[in-house]
């Protein structure tokens, strides 16, 4: 069965540079969510879109931003890196009839 | 606002023997109840889920989870856990009502089964 697919796997960047990160839904799943999992810690809900329009809103820094495209896959633009953004960003995504999500591999991003 | 705490935040057990991993929720709202599994350096897979009914639910690996709406708890159970069901273990809620709300994680219990 399709998965979630998250672009890129890995992800190196330094101080102060944007990073881009990309989602692909399960096909036919409408809503994609996006999590942050810091080492040691739980997923941290970052922010949702439901059929291209943004759902629900996290801890999200104002340096990131978000978007859900026409084909549903989604973008997680994070700019002025800090190190503290060193994390795993796990995408997600879920139908409108399956209340349950289903996560991607995750993209794991170190800032130097 | 949910939150979900799971009491144990390590539990080691031996091969073949009974598990139990403990959650427990608050919310204001009726809530839609979740655990994942994370292997090391991999992605969140769904064990189970309650989403209404029956209280006991029944998941993959061998996995069941039971639905407390009275203590607010929703425990995960294994009769005879594996080497290879070590691994993370996240307990998560969704307030119901919707089909796209977001889940709020407990902090994760890590399984480790010794031979």
């Known amino acids: 069965a399709a998965g979630v697919i998250q672009s890129p796997r890995h992800l190196i960047k330094e101080k102060r540079e944007t990073a881009t990160l990309k989602c692909y839904p399960i096909?036919?799943?409408?809503?994609v969510y996006w999590y942050q999992q810091g080492p040691g810690q739980d997923p941290q809900f970052l922010i949702s879109f439901y059929e291209k329009m943004q759902s629900d809103k996290g801890s999200i820094p104002d340096r990131f931003s978000a978007q859900q495209f026409s084909d549903y896959h989604s973008e997680l633009n994070m700019s002025s890196l800090e190190l503290g953004d060193s994390a795993l960003y796990f995408c997600a995504s879920s139908s409108d009839v399956a209340y349950e999500q289903y996560f991607g591999p995750g993209t794991r991003l170190t800032v130097t | 606002a949910q939150s979900v705490t799971q009491l144990d935040s390590q539990v080691p057990v031996f091969e073949e023997a009974p598990v139990e991993l403990r959650c427990n929720y608050s919310?204001?709202?009726?809530?839609?109840l979740f655990w994942y599994v994370q292997y090391p350096n991999q992605g969140l897979q769904l064990l189970l889920k309650?989403?209404?009914?029956?209280?006991l639910v029944k998941g993959i690996n061998g996995f069941e989870a039971e639905f407390n709406k009275s203590q607010t708890s929703f425990h995960l159970r294994k009769p005879s856990v594996h080497i290879s069901d070590t691994a993370e273990y996240f307990c998560a809620v969704n307030p119901s009502g919707t089909s796209y709300g977001k889940l709020t994680f407990g902090q994760g219990t890590i399984l480790t089964v010794h031979p």
């Open positions: 919310s204001s709202v009726s809530v839609y």
């Open positions: 096909p036919r799943h409408d809503t």
């Open positions: 309650y989403l209404s009914g029956s209280t």
